[in-house]
Each structure stands twice: as C-alpha cells, then as structure tokens.
C-alpha cells in the first residue's frame, strides 16, 4: 500500500469485504460550490450513497496526506476551503512534499481512488478542452487520467464553458468509452442534452457495469466516462445556458484569466449571473450522479 496514502476505516472495511464504494471529489466542495451551502451538499451526497447501499469516499490532500474518505473535521474542511488548494495530477507531489491541503479535481481524486482500488467515482462535470483550446492548449488533465487510470467516471457531462466537441473527439483519440446512461447524447451539466452523441446509449447500471468488468478483464488500463442527464425537472434551457456562458467567457477574458483558475472563475461567474438559479441544478445532477454510481458499484459487486 502506498505510504502516503490513508484510507478511512469505514472505506477500507468496505473494501476488504468486497462491499461497493464510490469514490467523490471535493474539488466541486472547495472550488464549485459556496460555503456553507456545500457543507449540506457534502452531508448529502455521502447519506444517499449509504441509502443505495454503498459506501462514500470523499477524497483530499489534508496536511500532505492522501486521504481516501474524509471524517467531519476534514469534510469541513474541505468545505470552508481556507488555504485549500486546487489539486490536479501535477500539484499532488508538492502538496504531499510541503504537507499541504489541497482539493482534488476528477484527475487527481481518480489517481486516489484507484491507488485504494476504487473503481467507481461520481462528479458533477468534468474537465475538457476550453473553447479556443485548439489556440491556448488549455486541456483538462481530467482527460489523460481518463485515459490512464482504471476508474469509472459518472458526470452529467461537461459544461458548456468548455468545447463539448472537441472535448468528445479527444476522449475518442484517447481510447476513452463515452457512455449515455439511458441517452444517446452527451449531457451538458445543465442541460440535458448538448448536440453531440455518445458511442453507447446503456439501458441500466448493471450493463454499465458489464462494461467496466469487461475493460478490466482484458487488461485496459483507462478509465470510463459516463453520461448521466440531470433529471429533466432540474434542466434549465440550453438557449438561456449559452447567453449566460458567452458573457461569463467575456468577463474571464477581459480579467485576463488563465490556466488553473479558469474553471473556478468561470463556475463563480455562471452562478452569479444565473443569480444563484443553477444552484439547485448543480446539487440534483450530483446527487443523480451519486446514485447512479452507487448502483452501478453495487451490480459490480454482483457480478
Ligand atoms: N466542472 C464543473 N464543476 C467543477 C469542475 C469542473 O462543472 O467543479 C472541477 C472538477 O474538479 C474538475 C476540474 O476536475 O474542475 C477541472 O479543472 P481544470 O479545467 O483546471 O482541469
Ligand atoms: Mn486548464
């Protein structure tokens, strides 16, 4: 077992018994959402992976430490976020070499997950390519840990800040299976649907997890992506998304924002400008995405 890694008694009895466990980021707690309203979000999520059935492993950096499912103290702490980090692959050797806390995006809460042999994890969205990407490079890592890393990604997509077409040819380049949980599109967080399919619409959970086994069984090492659409009572308009993302691109262009802070930036902008609308959206797609993960651990488990 890695030395640096901690895994939380709760997720490690889990794993040893062969129970299902679904991995969480708490980038989305620390960088995504606002305090204290995540603190409830966070509360949330781990109680209805439980109801399913499951185990919750929300990870982080905490002092240097790897942590693989967090008590309350590092869950709050996570949530309050004070002189906590944005934690990608390429950050991970310096928070752990400087011992410090950092929140770990889809990229690096994979890389934990899969060093505790997690092999399913629920998001909200994920990272891509930006638009004007194929001019900045600016590429979601989150795509080469698709790429590499044995975990099962559940998202309602990607968010229409990034280049949903683009971030879809790249995940194809990547050898990445792209999975419609009962859609033949590809979500856009948000929105339900974003104009791009998917290579496979899945009827349920229990063929999602089929394919899994079978990507573990001959021996692939990537990672898989699934696309779960935020229940249609929570999707907001498509037209009024993409007013609302053209101006917030505008204001990060002219703020001159680059690089790892584009994301947070961003996320901020949309909520102020959807006057916190897009909120309780955010919240049921997460949700939708913990469960959907929680049963396809589950039909894992009994395969
Ligand atoms: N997209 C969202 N919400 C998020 C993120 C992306 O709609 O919270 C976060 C995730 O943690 C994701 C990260 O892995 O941002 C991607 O950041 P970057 O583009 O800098 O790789
Ligand atoms: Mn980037």
């Known amino acids: 077992m890695n030395p640096y890694l901690d895994i939380h008694p709760e997720v490690a009895a889990a794993l040893a018994a062969g129970k299902p466990v679904v991995a969480l980021e708490s980038t989305i707690l620390s960088h995504g959402m606002p305090y204290p309203e995540n603190v409830d979000f966070a ?109 099962a990604v559940v998202c309602a997509g990607a968010k229409q800040i990034l280049d949903i077409g683009r971030t879809l040819e790249y ?52 990672g898989i992506l699934i696309g779960n659409p935020v229940p249609e009572e929570y999707g907001l308009d498509n037209a009024y998304m993409e007013g609302i993302i053209s101006e917030a691109l505008q204001a990060a262009e002219e703020a001159g924002v680059r690089g790892k802070n584009i994301t947070p930036f961003l996320l901020a902008k949309v909520k102020d400008l959807t006057g916190g609308d897009s909120f309780e959206t955010n919240v049921m797609l997460a949700l939708n995405n913990a469960r959907c993960a929680s049963r396809v651990a589950r039909a894992m488990c009994e395969l």
């Open 171 to 222: 995940l194809e380049t990547m050898g990445v299976p792209v999975i419609g949980n009962g859609t033949d599109e590809f979500p856009a967080f948000y929105c339900r649907r974003s104009g791009f399919g998917v290579d496979y619409a899945a009827a349920n959970e229990e063929e999602i997890a089929r394919i899994i086994a079978a990507q573990r069984a001959l021996g692939f090492q990537g």
């Open 43 to 151: 509360h949330r999520v781990e109680a209805l992976i439980r109801e399913e059935g499951a185990v919750p492993a929300t990870c982080a950096i905490v002092k240097g430490r790897l942590k693989v499912g967090l008590g309350e103290d590092e869950l709050m702490l996570m949530c309050k976020a004070e002189n906590v980090g944005k934690v990608s692959r390429r950050d991970v050797p310096v928070y752990v070499a400087l011992g410090r806390s950092g929140a770990t995006t889809v990229a690096s809460t994979m890389i934990l997950a899969a060093m505790a042999g997690i092999q399913v994890f629920a998001t909200g969205g994920i990272g891509g390519v930006h638009r004007g990407g194929e001019d900045s490079m600016d590429i979601s890592a989150d795509l080469q840990e698709l790429a590499h890393t044995p975990v």
